[in-house]
C-alpha cells in the first residue's frame, strides 16, 4: 500500500523568505499524481499545487513549486516570498489508479510565518 | 458558483444519538468522499461512492453509515456504535479521474456532549 511521509510537523520561517515543507512517498507504481493542499485556519482544504508523475517539469503556481525527485519518491513544496497569509497546515497527498483513485495524505506541516 | 456545502458548520450530539451530516455539490462530479480530521492528524477516510447507489468503505468505516441516492448529495451518519466521534468532518467531490484534484467543503465540527 502506498503511504506519503511529512517529516516536518511545524516550519517557521520569516516574512519575505523562502521555506520548503518536505513530502515523501512510497510506491511501486509509475503513474500517479501528487498534490499540496493548504488547510488555513478556516479548515477550508484548498489545492496549491499538482504534479503528474510523468512529466519531469516541476510543477509550479506564482510563488509555489515544487521540486519532484522521481526515483527518491520525494515531492517537496517551495514557497517563495512568504507572505502571513501562508500560514496554514500544508498536507501532501498521493493518487493512483491502483488505490482505486483514493487520495493518500500525509499527516501535515503546519506552517507559521513570522512578521 | 460552483462548489460543496457541508452543513451544520458546528453539531453537538448528546451521547447514544444518532447525527447526520449533509453534503451536497454542484459541480455535477461523480466522485465523493468523507474524512475524518483529528487535531494534529492528517484526513482519514470514512466512505466514499463514485456513483449513485453505489459506495464502499474507507480506512475507519465503522460507527458511520452513507448513502448517495442522489449525485449531488452524499450524507453521513455517525452513529451510537461510533466510540470517539468528536472530530472535524470533511467532505469532498471529484472527478472520477486519476489526475484530477477533490474539491472540499468547509467541514462539520462535531462535539459529544
Known amino acids: 500500500a502506498q503511504t506519503v511521509t511529512q517529516s516536518q510537523p511545524e516550519m517557521s520561517v520569516q516574512e519575505a523568505e523562502t521555506v520548503t515543507l518536505s513530502c515523501t512517498y512510497d510506491?511501486?507504481?509509475?503513474?500517479?499524481?501528487l498534490f499540496w493542499y493548504k488547510q488555513p485556519p478556516s479548515r477550508q482544504m484548498i489545492l496549491v499545487i499538482r504534479?503528474?508523475?510523468?512529466k519531469q517539469q516541476n510543477a509550479t503556481e506564482n510563488r509555489f513549486s515544487v521540486n519532484f525527485q522521481k526515483a527518491a519518491k520525494s515531492f517537496s513544496l517551495k514557497i517563495s516570498d512568504s507572505q502571513l497569509g501562508d500560514a496554514a497546515m500544508y498536507f501532501c497527498?498521493?493518487?493512483?489508479?491502483?488505490?482505486?483513485?483514493?487520495?493518500?495524505w500525509g499527516a501535515g506541516t503546519k506552517l507559521i510565518i513570522k512578521p | 458558483d460552483g462548489g460543496i456545502t457541508q452543513s451544520p458548520k458546528y453539531l453537538f450530539r448528546k451521547e447514544g444519538q444518532n447525527v447526520t451530516l449533509s453534503c451536497e455539490q454542484n459541480?455535477?462530479?461523480?466522485?465523493m468522499y468523507w474524512y475524518r480530521q483529528d487535531p494534529g492528524q492528517g484526513l482519514r477516510l470514512i466512505y466514499y461512492?463514485?456513483?449513485?447507489?453505489?459506495?464502499q468503505k474507507g480506512d475507519i468505516a465503522e460507527g458511520y453509515s452513507v448513502s448517495r441516492e442522489k449525485k449531488e448529495s452524499f450524507p453521513l451518519t455517525v452513529t451510537s456504535a461510533q466510540k470517539n466521534p468528536t472530530a472535524f468532518y470533511l467532505c469532498?467531490?471529484?472527478?472520477?479521474?486519476?489526475?484530477?484534484?477533490?474539491?472540499f467543503g468547509q467541514g462539520t465540527r462535531l462535539t459529544v456532549v
Open positions: 469532498a467531490s471529484s472527478r472520477w479521474d486519476l489526475n484530477t484534484e477533490a474539491f
Open positions: 459541480l455535477n462530479h461523480d466522485a
Open positions: 461512492s463514485q456513483i449513485v447507489n453505489d459506495f
Open positions: 510506491t511501486s507504481e509509475s503513474d500517479y499524481y
Open positions: 504534479q503528474e508523475a510523468y
Open positions: 497527498a498521493y493518487r493512483s489508479a491502483d488505490s482505486n483513485y483514493q487520495l493518500i
